[in-house]
């Protein structure tokens, strides 16, 4: 009983079957299952569920979650960060320019770009808790900064907007590591030897297995994950998040230090953002002025697939986690079963909608809420 | 809940419907072989609609089957993923480009050494093609491509120019510009201006740039996407005609561009070949195991007015 204790404790005096449906995460979870079980009828047999398939829309879930996570306790105080995409850029570009311009050691780089974009994600939340400007307008005009900065500042240094170079100037670093190795090498070896996972046919990695670990990025997106749902459902803080999104006023009242739990909220939106942002950087080596371009909405587009309100007070971490994994399963199986590229996006829509619509509606049913 | 169990799977049921119908469709030709291009262009791009009619016609011909694949946004990231992507789902052949070697490098070279066959078209060099394993680079060297464009320039008496540029991101074009600033034998400096990607937006920074530099001799564009609001950007101006236009790709406006003498040449690298020729040499690769023994230049080839019947007739289709 005690899991489902962060339900709504006004309604009183339910079933416990009732009471193990009232989830914000419902929806995702039927999504989840929906999704599956779709594209393995449609795409079993496109390698889509082999190892390397499996890692494929793993990684892509992982990133979406990763910022889903971020984007979903915002949500959920109530706001909204319109800047996570450029935050990305702007983060993978200002670890490329100095760990690689300025040649700074890696961890320091990596760093500072925390310090620098959390600071902007307080300058976020500082500008709409004192204004009382929506968040969709204050982080509109983030976006816009960001990435203006993400191509000058390049520009202006190095003559271009793709700095590379960033894995040569990272090896060896134990920071970087943190974000770009990959785990658990010898089980994947030892199940490529086994024949499990297949092996690299020829060149100078012949006899590995195509799939040779699990990326800290997922490592990262599952911690995230964790993290998220233990916040808001165990702590005090959390049910703050739920208050000020709710109802701010009603939550100030009561004592709630709603700018606080607001200002915060954005930090961490940030942060995720950011380790989004070193995790690609780390993995790909060179930072992009178009890196993250419309990420925002794909992390809102979970949380919203994951049974969240837009309008704050109620969702869940489990919940947008689910809609992320959703959200990279229908990305990548798309092209796993052959979708002619042109009609990808009316796929992803209809889908997207569709997961939505049946979210809905499962939420009115079971919350009676009309 | 059964009830609402089964209305969702009649939901679920809606949803396949139509998309049993597309895959139908893409397995159309029964073939064995499956090839995927895999391009950097985000969907807003026209230009690749010249490359997805080519590898259609080439799929038809030879009876092989080749889908297409791009990052919407045009994200090089998502790019890599996708090339992973098509690498899991083993195809006999990957086509694809290389606009940044640092982010496709790596999956382009697991695919390879997976036993994929990868052929390099369009962005990237003949060097990087090498390294990462491929078969052979399909494309135009742009570097040389914009030098001998800024030779000619120069002979036409240009001393200083505009490079209306709408990829900024894109390392690989921008090269054009160097060239061409090369060829002129003058510095790029500030000729370069990041024009972004909305037509209008295009056509104002272009008539703002040429209001607060009015010496300019020369404009060059780096493709429809840009040459298209360039051309009205100067007739607006009412200085068509006089200042001297070039641009790299051809699509209906630019045809019409030369043809009225608002540009001087358009540099076509034959979008159609880079797209066409890889699936013809991936095919007869695996069907009958042989290869042509080095790359292939699809251009540059300049297009002036003469000689442009044909050109005019397959703009934006097959040109």
Sequence with gaps: MADVSHTDERIKQTSRLRQALIRPELGGIVGTVAVFVFFFLFAHDSGMFNAQGVMNWSVVSAQFMIIAVGACLLMIAGEFDLSVGSMIGFAGMMIAIFGVTYELPMWIAILITFAICIAFGALNGYIVVKTGLPSFIVTLATLFILRGFTIFIPQTLERKTIIGGIREAAEGDWLAAVFGAKIGKPIFQWLGDAGVISTFERGSRIGEPVVDGIPMLIIWALGLVIFGHWLLTRTRFGNWIFASGGDADAARNSGVPVTAVKIKMFMFTAFCATVFAVCQVMEFGSAGADRGLLKEFEAIIAVVIGGALLTGGYGSVIGAALGALIFGVVQQGLFFAGVESSLFRVFLGVILLAAVILNTYIRRIITGER | ?319
């Design chain 2, 1 to 319: 809940m059964t009830s609402k169990m089964s209305k969702l799977l009649a939901s679920a049921a809606l949803v396949a419907a139509p998309f049993l119908a597309t895959t139908a469709v893409a397995d159309g030709h029964g073939d064995d072989l499956t090839y995927i291009l895999v391009s950097h262009a985000p969907d807003s791009d026209s230009w690749w609609n010249t490359v997805k009619n080519g590898i259609a016609l080439a799929g038809e011909q030879l009876d092989v089957t080749v889908e297409y694949r791009n990052p919407p946004t045009g994200d090089l990231a998502d790019m890599a993923r996708i090339i992973e992507q098509a690498a899991a789902s083993q195809p006999d052949g990957i086509i694809t480009t290389l606009a940044d070697f640092d982010v496709l490098s790596g999956p382009i070279r697991e695919a390879v050494d997976q036993g994929i066959d990868v052929i390099i078209m369009n962005s990237g060099t003949p060097e990087q093609t090498r390294e990462v394993g491929a078969l052979m680079f399909v494309g135009q060297p742009e570097y040389d491509a914009g030098l001998a464009a800024g030779q000619r320039a120069k002979d036409d008496g240009v001393e200083s120019f505009v490079c209306v540029n709408h990829v900024i991101s894109n390392a690989v074009v921008a090269e054009r510009c160097r060239g061409f600033a090369d060829g002129l034998g003058i510095d790029l400096g500030e000729s370069m201006i990041d024009a972004g990607q909305d037509p209008s937006e295009i056509k104002n920074r272009v008539t703002a740039y040429l209001n607060a530099n009015p010496e300019t001799d020369a404009i060059l564009t780096l493709g429809p996407v840009s040459a298209d609001p360039t051309i009205l950007a100067v007739e607006e101006m009412g200085i068509a005609g006089d200042i001297y236009f070039g641009t790299f790709d051809l699509g209906d406006n630019i045809v019409a561009g030369i043809k009225d003498g608002t540009i001087q040449w358009g540099i076509d690298q034959q979008p159609f070949l880079q797209a066409y020729l890889p699936v013809v040499v991936l095919a007869n690769y695996d069907r009958y195991g042989v290869l042509p023994g080095n790359n292939i230049n699809s251009g540059p080839g300049f297009v002036t007015a003469d000689g442009l019947e044909m050109v005019e007739k397959f703009a934006g289709e097959y040109r």
